[in-house]
Every structure is written in C-alpha cells, then in structure tokens.
C-alpha cells in the first residue's frame, strides 16, 4: 500500500469532488446519496459485489451518466446541470463538458479501440483531433506512452491482431495520451483472461507509482489492497464502508463489508 506516498487531503488540492449523488433507471434508485473526494495522488478503488452502483458512479464522474441529483466539480470547476420540464437532469453547457472531460482520461471494461486504426492511430486521435496538438508532437508522445505501457513494437498493429491484455495496454496509452488530471477505470481486468490481468494491473501500478490520481472500479482484491490510498466499499447505492486498506481490509466495521472482503484474503 502506498502508506508514504500520498500525504494528508488537507494539504493538496481537491481534483475531484462528488457530493451526494443520486440516479436512478427508471424506479431503480442505484445511488443513494454518494459522495466522494479525490485529491492530487489519490488512489481511490472502489469495490463491492455487481449492481452496488460503483461503475454508475465512475460513469456520474465523467457525465457519461447524469446524476438525478447532486454536485460534481473537477478541479474546483462544477458541473453546471439544468433540471429539464420532465424532471430529468441535462448538462448545461456542453463546451463545458468537453473541456472538463479532457481532463479525464477514461479506461472501460471494453476496450473500446477503433478497429480500423493501429494502435498508434488509436492514441494519437484525440490528442490531434479534440486538442488540436500538431500530428509530429502527438505521435512523438504516442510512443513514448506505448513505450511505457510495453507495446511500442505493436505501434503499426491493428487491435484485432493484439491480446485482450495488449488492447487494454493500448487503451491505457490512449488515456493518457490526452494528459488528464485523473484516470478513471472501470474494471479494466474484467474482461481478460486470468493470465492477462497482471500484465494491465502492472501498468495500473506504475501509474500509482508515479503519484497519478486515479478512480479504480475494481474486484482485484489485493491490487486494491496494496495500491490505493483509500478503498470505498458501495452496497445498494450507498457508501457501506471507507477508509484506509487497513481499515477496510483489516478492520472493517460493517458487516456486509467483512463478508465481502475476508473470503478474498484466503
């Protein structure tokens, strides 16, 4: 765990800051009143069983789903929300969004690459087409990225061509080839095989290591256990339990919460 790398919240600035946010699908409410604060090189994971609402959550962070109700600043800048004639809630200024979200790079379950580009062309794409950074500059920061996270060699490769592994390492690449103040993972392993999963968690903790803030979904126990500086246990929409890995793997004061984790440390 990174007991010395980050220091008190008091003392860094808030990146991310959710408060009491609510959504509901139709009459599902799956969050219930969340908050959460991550401050420069946090490792926040968020864990819990399918359905506690963690990925909604993530997805809230980023707009990709909007809340029916509460805050979300990034950097100290909100998120401005209009409640619509039919009570459901739109964002109210979308170069807003756009400036906020290149902030934020995003990993999901699936990979999510564009088939008909090879991985260089993956990760330079919105670097030259949302930012506007010249062509040589992206590609020179391209693969120094896939140098990083190991596929430099499968730069002129088409993803169909790569390992689920491979895909994910490309689309981490991708991420932070936008230079985001966080990186957001839902469930980055959760789509691999067994014997890919160390090689993306691997790159996931370089990343920590480097003092990246980042928002984890996760059901990789010991990765969240030894990697983030505090761990967030969701059940039915509401924070069951939070604190230290310590205290949430340790020590846990909810029931539900010891139930989940200690099957896992055998």
Not at 101 to 114: E, K
Not at 146 to 172: E, N
Not at 245 to 252: I, N
Request: proline share 4%; net charge neutral; with cysteine.
């Amino acid at each position: 765990m990174r007991d010395g790398a980050v220091q008190d919240g008091a003392n860094r600035m808030p990146v991310v800051e959710l408060d009491d946010i609510h959504k509901r699908f139709g009459l599902l409410e799956v969050l219930k009143g969340v908050s959460l604060t991550a401050h420069e090189g946090d490792v926040i994971a968020l864990i819990g069983a399918s359905g506690s609402g963690k990925s909604t959550l993530l997805r809230c962070t980023n707009l990709l789903e909007i809340p029916n109700s509460g805050r979300i600043l990034i950097g100290n800048e909100e998120i401005r929300l209009n409640r619509t004639s039919d009570g459901t809630m739109q964002v109210a200024d979308q170069r807003q969004l756009q400036r906020i979200r290149s902030r934020l790079g995003m990993v999901f379950q699936s990979f999510n690459l564009w088939a008909h580009r090879t991985v260089l062309e993956n990760v330079i794409e919105a670097p030259v087409h949302v930012l506007g950074q010249p062509r040589a500059e992206a590609i020179a920061r391209g693969e120094e990225l896939l140098r990083k996270v190991g596929l430099y060699a499968k730069k002129d490769v088409y993803p169909a061509f790569l390992s689920g592994g491979q895909q994910q390492r490309a689309a981490i690449a991708r991420a932070l080839a936008i230079e985001p103040r966080v990186m957001l993972f839902d469930e980055p392993t959760s789509a691999l095989d067994p014997e890919l999963v160390g090689e993306v968690l691997r790159v996931i903790r370089d990343l920590a290591a480097e003092g990246r803030t980042m928002i984890v979904v996760t059901h990789e126990m010991a990765f969240a256990r030894d990697v983030a500086n505090h761990v967030m246990f969701l059940h039915n929409g509401t924070v069951e339990e939070e604190g230290t890995p310590q205290k949430v793997f340790g020590s846990p004061e909810s029931e539900r919460c010891r139930q989940f984790v200690r099957p896992r440390d055998h």
